[in-house]
DNA sequence: TATGAATGAGGGTTCATTCAT
DNA sequence: GATGAATGAACCCTCATTCAT
């Protein structure tokens, strides 16, 4: 039939990949059909098979796309940030901030793990668990510096990132709160969790306020 | 397929309803086929709806029955609990102990929610919401008396129950802690953040309401 | 309980196996599709799959069963046949005729080999070699004996195999000849092929032509 | 698909009969992809249309190709051989020749017959016929000359070309026996077979042993 | 000539569900 | 209650083929 103007080959691709994360995101990985996806990009069904080798792999693709991005974000967000404290608030303003802007991506990877076959698991895992270490090294690196008092870091590591991740379950872009303000809150969450009671965090600088 | 004498119509319901738990647990909603089910059980697949009437049913019961539990036990958990605080407290040791016990239900209440069709999810959110709403109402009270200072009690209070409900993901009973030192740091990072930093609440500044 | 017309059990079964057989004959294995199957057997093509579990096994299945009545009923056809030449008339009229006979399993067991997978053509070819085996014994026996003049017994065996189950590719029942008549036809091409010149074959005393 | 000098047109078009022969050989007509035809060629499968018409079209080449060289290779063969037991024996020697040289045609042709269409279909098994017939002619000759003595032409003829043909089935080049070896056993068996007890064959004079 | 993307049909197979026995 | 056979829809995927580039 007739087809849309212009190069179809990467075009497809994106659009397979987009209409892809959002499908998956509303309908879970089994419950998408190929079907589905092929009719939403405006393909037949077979055409798929010109972009992609299998359903299984366009999962696998999104997931781990998606990882190797938070990681490399993550460094950069770290970068030349010094001391547990601040490095904190880096990681959960990043956190946030990358949740917040790709929360597909980020829900996908979280809940359609299971859907991953045996050797794509355990990539995305590892992954998962390079990210992880990340912020268990920050919290170990603030209670040895002192500002820090947490019981167990691999309880507190899980914890800080359920609760930054679970906001990718409820966020809806243009609600009720500024992406600042949400940041700021979990933040203050955060800090406050592991901070001892005699410390105070320093305030972070913004107000939070839409200004556009 | 051993079969006790006597009537056994209840013992396979009950056998169906905790192979759907695991599998469903296990596999998701989607993925888990009628065949698999009954195969768990013992019987053929159609014998499965002398018991069930619909896959989905099965699924919305599972769901509810589970929410209901979780209403009744946390009414009972704050009983003759007095004062934000120590109502907090409860809470929390509730909800990590209930999230501990029952991990699959909850994992599913919350990861299948979007299998539900529109009937019984409206049912079930409402439920989860009443739920969340305690938890609202412990803050703000606390906000009000003082001793919990959190900018946004929305944001916390599912930042709060995601991080709570996170732990039934990395959660396996005989694990490296004791159910009470889970409860315990958990407890410990929910109230240090939320009481304030002194004795004193200190005014935040920012209140990261959209002015617009 | 006897079975009534309209159920279907193991006539259905029965049902797939001959049409299965027909039609795999007819365009071969990997032409033939389930649904045409299903369409000639009266059953939607999913409904197939309560009879079999898989389109190989079924071809598995038509070729194993008939490679096994191959070689029972040739036991029963050589027992208490004495004498090389009498077992070596005994086994082409037997071989001619259940070629005759069962043409269509003959021919699927020689043509769709290559269609079965590794574990079941093995198994068949072993089979196969066992049958083969039986004409390669009386031919030593009969060079042993004197009464046969083979160079190469392996090549005899091969040479009088095809010869005998190439009929199946044009034998039409009601022909222009009897069964009788094609029987004393082939153990006289066989027996003079092996027999030495001195020798001379028994009459068989048929003539075989249709006299109706 | 004519071919022009100096392009690598014939190049290409000669990798593809020679990579669908052995494809059509291994896996059957039906089983073969273009895709694994166009792969084998180092090609895309759509490239494959700037040489063949069809999928269909090339299966029809290699097999009418085929048939007539063997029929126009079968004229040359019997050229000068005069008397039925000569040329009968010049018959048995080319056959097996040309089907240890060119197995793969000859296994084609005989069994895919069934995947021409019908027009294709109609012109092969005429040729094919015509190749018989040359057959039926010598054994008839050989009857009316008193050299052979055969109940029924065309079973003779039928069974013949089936036990020649046969060996492409089992025949592997490097075996145990010569080519030589191989033609001469099986003109002693056919000849033996067809000639009447006091007749004698001449001897070959060759032994076919392979000595080295 | 070769390519890559598209088509439309059809492949084997699984599914939730029904129902006579 | 349990069963086995049936349904009809849908699944993922492969196919031969076309055609603009």
Redesign the pocket.
């Known amino acids: 039939?007739a087809?849309t103007i212009g190069s179809?080959?990467?075009?497809?691709?994106e659009a397979i990949r987009k209409a892809g994360l959002r499908l998956i995101f509303q309908h879970g990985y089994e419950a998408?059909?190929?079907?589905?996806l092929?009719a939403e990009v405006?393909?037949?069904?077979?055409?798929?098979?010109?972009?992609?080798?299998?359903?299984?792999e366009l999962l696998a693709d999104l997931i781990q796309d998606h990882i190797n991005d938070l990681l490399r974000e993550l460094e950069t967000a770290l970068r030349d940030k010094e001391g547990a404290v601040e490095r904190l608030r880096a990681f959960v303003a990043f956190h946030v901030s990358y949740h917040m802007t790709r929360k597909r991506e980020v829900f996908i990877a979280n809940s359609e793990l299971r859907s991953l076959d045996p050797r794509n698991y355990e990539a995305v895992v590892a992954l998962r668990g390079a990210y992880e270490q990340r912020l268990a090294e920050i919290l170990t690196d603030g209670v040895a510096e002192g500002v820090f008092d947490v019981d167990d870091v691999q309880v507190a590591t899980f914890a800080i990132i359920a609760l930054l991740t679970g906001l990718c379950s409820w966020y809806r872009p243009g609600g009720r709160l500024t992406k600042d303000a949400i940041i700021a809150a979990h933040e203050k969450l955060v800090l406050s969790g592991v901070m001892p009671r005699s410390a105070k965090p320093s305030p972070s600088g913004r107000d939070g306020i839409k200004t556009e």
């Open positions: 039939m087809r179809h080959g990467p075009t497809t691709m998408m059909s190929l079907r589905q092929a405006g393909i037949q069904p077979g055409s798929l098979y010109n972009h992609i080798s299998t359903k299984q």
